[in-house]
């Protein structure tokens, strides 16, 4: 990076003599962060365009501050990136927790999900608002050969232009002379015992076409031909945009499988019904091209009940580095994962370390052996503190727990900020928080039930983090949920009791009157994270002994997911009552206040307590890992 700043600065010299002050280059996830003064603001654009010339950087956020110019620099991370001014940002009026007693205050909205607008102007590729226009293009995998016991086929993936008789997708919202989006592109074919990426990206420019990504299939000679599903992963950068499935001996006469893919709402001001959220839609891409994607994003597949496919792709200096491994769990996921966690909610703090040494090492000699090399060099490379997200079809193994064995390496959760999210829910993926109040449900137990440090919990979020203390009820809980509250919600924090899933979506948190299940939150009236972007704080407690898995990440996380919500934070078991205490207090100033992202909150948090319970352990991010609130 040094090498990046010396040679960029020389270029911005020779170009604007004497307006070139200090400049540094650091990587931040997949993209190159540029800090330092310059003296216009053709100088500052100039220094992101020159910087993108070079090899191995895909994206740069330009964080230059212009110095002696008389109109005041605009803060974009698209200018030079697509060659035009970014639009005028969304006024805010702060973030949420510095440790005041105050109420945040709702002024703007994160950026919606865009849709398809009309149709006259699908020929031309995008839809012009203002300085932006929606990009529209139709997702599509395919192949013209017979596919045959130990042929090699060829499977093309694109994102071909918009005809009338095809579905259009909104990729993304991109500056109105764009000329040319890069996306990559993984697939995986469990029927093939190879699969070589001939093209591994598509190409699209701004007249409509488009290069596909080419991959060379060759399938198993145990082939039976019942089915031959193919799946594509979508990256840019590092940050998945989409994932497409197909079974390419299906009769689908348009080239895509139908999935159940909500999306928040399109516009601002569109309702939920206007949305139709929870209709059949096409499996969609979503690109955000200024969102910083973490350093390493693996995805897991599967296929049937044993078999999981990963794919990743790291950001290494260079240029992207992508790879696939595979993983037989003989048995399943979930009972490979409860196997693994019986143990884990009556730890006593003696036997902690070991256990969960133990523990985090037989997950990562399970992991696919290209992972664990792949890892060792991104690790040499880059040190212990990069972030890694994981988007999985398997919500039972918390992967995020593994322990290298390597000299000095933690479990991964300890050591780096990681996060996860439902693979069919990917371009649901909230790149930021939204502003909005910090609601608070802190049930007060009958005797025998009560959690003292829940209590002080709830009573620190108010007087610290000028959080809301609601009616720790079921009608006043569902009413933030149906949106029925004036404004935004940033944050909902509850801190009490949960009770076990049994696999029936009966999991939950218990109000004063009663339970809240995950079948009553993952449904069309809750829209309030669509609306938000909110986090949902789920603190699940036990007080002395008797802990058990809860089930919260399987069944909660795929909820919070599929409505819209931009995160959730829960435990896998019930944690200790005054370490859950603990546990907030270290993320959530930081987190609220836009000082670390999601990822780096939780880790920080869990790397304070760690030595002293198992409970820091049981909590996992369900979210975009780099997802920060406004600062």
């Known amino acids: 990076m040094a090498d990046l700043a010396t040679k960029l600065t020389a270029l911005l010299e020779a170009r604007h003599l004497g307006m070139i002050g200090e400049l540094r280059a650091s990587m931040i996830g997949d993209a190159v962060l540029l800090r330092g003064q310059v003296g216009s603001e053709a100088s500052r654009s100039d220094a992101k365009r020159f910087a993108l010339s070079f090899d191995g950087v895909f994206k740069v956020r330009n964080d230059l501050e212009v110095v002696g110019y008389l109109s005041p620099a605009s803060d974009d991370d698209l200018d030079g990136y697509f060659q035009s001014a970014a639009p005028e940002p969304l006024r805010r009026t702060r973030g949420l927790g510095d440790g005041s007693r105050r109420r945040p205050v709702v002024v703007g909205r994160p950026s919606p999900m865009p849709t398809p607008t009309s149709e006259a102007t699908r020929d031309t590729g995008g839809v012009s608002a203002g300085d932006m226009v929606d990009v529209l293009r139709r997702p599509s995998i395919s192949t013209s050969s017979e596919i045959l016991p130990d042929r090699l086929v060829e499977v093309v993936v694109d994102l071909s232009d918009v005809t009338s008789d095809s579905p259009a997708v909104v990729i993304g919202r991109f500056p109105a002379d764009w000329t040319k989006i890069v996306v990559s592109v993984q697939l995986v074919a469990p029927w093939a015992i190879r699969v070589d990426a001939l093209s591994p990206t598509v190409t699209l420019t701004s007249d409509g076409r488009s290069v596909p990504a080419r991959f060379a299939c060759l399938v198993s000679p145990d082939f039976d031909g019942s089915t031959a599903q193919a799946q594509a992963v979508f990256m840019h950068g590092t940050r998945i945009c989409g994932h497409v499935s197909i079974d390419l001996l299906a009769p689908e006469a348009d080239g895509i499988e139908k999935v159940r893919n909500e999306a928040p709402a399109a516009a601002a001001g ?337 790397r304070a307590h760690h030595a002293e319970s198992a409970s820091p352990f049981a909590y996992l991010a369900h979210g975009d890992v780099m997802a920060r609130f406004p600062g």
């Open 270 to 606: 569109a309702t939920a019904g206007e949305q139709d959220v929870g209709r059949e839609r096409k499996a969609s891409v979503r690109i955000v091209p200024d969102a910083v994607g973490p350093t390493l994003t693996v995805t897991v597949l599967t296929t049937g009940a044993d078999l999981q496919t990963w794919t990743w792709q790291a950001a290494m200096p260079g240029g992207m580095a992508p790879g696939v491994g595979r993983v037989d769990l003989q048995g399943g996921a979930k009972a490979f994962a409860d196997m693994q966690l019986a143990s884990c909610p009556d730890l006593k703090p003696p036997r902690v370390s070991r256990m969960m040494d133990g523990l985090g090492e037989r997950l990562w000699r399970v992991a696919p052996a290209e992972f664990r090399a792949g890892y060792e060099q991104w690790r040499n490379a880059l040190g212990s503190d990069f972030a890694i997200q994981f988007i999985t079809e398997d919500p039972y193994i918390p992967w995020e727990m593994m322990k290298p064995d390597i000299s000095g390496a933690r479990h991964l959760f300890v050591d780096h900020p990681v996060a996860r999210w439902p693979a069919g829910r990917s371009v649901l993926l909230r790149e930021s928080f939204g502003t909005g109040e910090l609601l608070s449900f802190v049930p007060s137990y009958g005797a025998g039930q009560g959690l003292p440090a829940a209590q002080a919990e709830g009573r620190w979020m108010v007087e610290c983090l000028g959080a809301t203390a609601m009616p720790a009820r079921t009608e006043a809980f569902f009413a933030v949920l149906d949106g029925e509250r004036p404004g935004d919600v940033a944050v909902i924090h509850f801190a009490g009791h949960g009770r076990i899933d049994t696999g029936q979506s009966d999991g939950g948190i218990q109000m004063e009157d009663d339970f809240v299940g995950v079948a009553e939150v993952d449904q069309r009236r809750t829209v309030v994270g669509e609306r938000g972007a909110t986090l949902v704080l789920l603190n699940a407690c036990e007080t002395a002994g008797g802990a058990q898995m809860l089930g919260m990440n399987t069944g909660w996380g795929a909820a919070i997911a599929a409505r819209g919500f931009g995160g959730l934070v829960a435990p896998l078991w019930e944690v200790d009552d005054a370490m859950a205490f603990q546990m907030m207090k270290s993320a959530l100033p930081d987190l609220l206040a836009g000082r670390c992202t999601l990822g780096e909150a939780l880790r920080n948090s869990r």
